[in-house]
């Protein structure tokens, strides 16, 4: 009621997970909880985030890149073997979000309450990517030349 937000971050990528995770908070609390599900296929965007990200990262400081990108590579393909995508079908009482590549596409499925509709908000409209901002100025006014900056 008075704006509390806890972020819980980890990989919970079974249902009987998130059902736990959904029932100790809103039974044991009375939370509001709220799903946020990243789902990458692009190859690109995988191996941008490794080089990027994971490569850069305390957990690969020491670890030459090549053997560091074949680690996270194949910590992917051990989540993939438990995976269980969020389901609006099985799984409808549960508030979230579905990212896909990185913004490419969304799936918002049950919000409630003006916190989650700004964490959608933001998340919508983060850039994880890089990519270039152009920043310009306007050329010289007749205000410039007659020293009334402003107006």
């Known amino acids: 009621d ?6 819980f971050d980890a990989t919970n990528t079974t249902r009987e997970r998130r ?11 009375c939370f ?4 946020v599900e990243s789902i990458c296929d692009s190859v690109d965007i995988i191996d941008a985030n490794i080089r990027e990200v994971k490569l850069k990262s305390p957990d690969y400081k020491t670890v030459p890149q090549d053997e560091a990108a074949s680690d ?18 099985t799984e409808n009482n549960y508030s979230f979000i579905k990212i896909f590549n990185c ?5 918002v499925h049950k919000i409630g309450g003006h916190i989650q509709s700004r ?6 409209n983060i850039h994880v990517l ?16 007659q020293h009334r900056i402003g107006g």
């Open 32 to 35: 509001r909880v709220f799903f």
């Open 130 to 145: 890089p990519r270039t901002i152009y920043l310009t100025r306007h050329g010289e006014s007749e205000l410039n030349q």
């Open 19 to 29: 059902r736990v995770i959904y029932d100790y908070c809103a039974h044991t609390f």
């Open 2 to 7: 008075e704006g509390e937000v806890a972020i």
């Open 119 to 124: 964490v959608v908000y933001f998340l919508m």
């Open 72 to 89: 996270f590579l194949s910590r992917i393909k051990q989540y993939e073997k438990r995976y269980e995508t969020i389901d609006d079908k």
């Open 103 to 107: 913004g490419e596409r969304f799936l």
